[in-house]
T-cell receptor, first 118, second 115 residues
Framework: GAVVSQHPSRVICKSGTSVKIECRSL??????MFWYRQFPKQSLMLMAT?????????EQGVEKDKFLINHASLTLSTLTVTSAHPEDSSFYICSASRTSGGLTDTQYFGPGTRLTVL | DQQVKQNSPSLSVQEGRISILNCDYTNSMFDYFLWYKKYPAEGPTFLISISSIKDKNEDGRFTVFLNKSAKHLSLHIVPSQPGDSAVYFC??????????????FGKGTKLTVNP
């Protein structure tokens, strides 16, 4: 149990376009979902935390108007990279938690989405 | 400023021997530490954790040691198995002023266990 999927797994887009990435918890209800970004040879960096039905909480330095997060249901969260630019090219990974206790509660990670912006 | 450091990008160990993965941190406010394992094309999976009030936590073949004075933790896998070959991430957590929680990951260490 506790499977998290992401779609798409890879996306290549032109500069200026918007890209939506879906994160789904397949067999459990995710009270909290997290979005991370990982640049090559760098650490996973938390971008934002979202709780179902409420606005996402963004980490310092992450533009909320650029990275739109919607957690519309207990099994789906979406990350939309608006007006993507080459510097947004990265590996985006989501995780889901059954609880709202925080980051150290068990997180189940998706397989990630590789975004390349030309 | 890298607050969680895994200085060895890779480690190679023979099957049956001990694997020791190291992690150093700089922020003395970190009070909870986690290890994640990641296979290619999959997301990280939680492996083991330790609170700062402990210096050791054991779960089967996996043991995490914490040395707070040295700001160092290590993950021991014994005996190592080929299926343990993966990237291992160390992560540290702290509550910041204002009550928000922070989780910082290291860059990971790629472990290869040779048959």
């Amino acid at each position: 149990g506790a499977v998290v999927s992401q779609h798409p797994s890879r996306v290549i887009c032109k500069s200026g376009t918007s890209v939506k990435i879906e994160c789904r918890s397949l067999d459990f209800q995710a009270t909290t979902m997290f979005w991370y970004r990982q640049f090559p040879k760098q650490s996973l960096m938390l971008m934002a935390t979202s709780n179902e039905g409420s606005k996402a909480t963004y980490e310092q330095g992450v533009e909320k108007d650029k990275f739109l997060i919607n957690h519309a249901s207990l099994t789906l969260s979406t990350l939309t990279v608006t007006s993507a630019h080459p510097e947004d090219s990265s590996f985006y990974i989501c995780s889901a938690s059954r609880t709202s206790g925080g980051l150290t509660d068990t997180q189940y990670f998706g397989p990630g989405t590789r975004l390349t912006v030309l | 400023d890298q607050q969680v450091k895994q200085n060895s990008p890779s480690l190679s160990v023979q099957e049956g021997r001990i694997s020791i993965l190291n992690c150093d941190y700089t922020n003395s406010m970190f009070d909870y530490f986690l290890w994640y394992k990641k296979y290619p094309a999959e997301g990280p999976t939680f492996l083991i954790s330790i609170s700062s009030i402990k210096d050791k936590n054991e779960d089967g073949r996996f043991t995490v040691f914490l040395n707070k004075s040295a700001k160092h933790l290590s993950l021991h896998i014994v005996p190592s198995q080929p299926g343990d070959s993966a990237v291992y991430f160390c992560a540290a957590s702290a509550y910041e002023q204002g009550g928000s929680e922070k989780l910082v990951f290291g860059k990971g260490t790629k472990l290869t266990v040779n048959p």
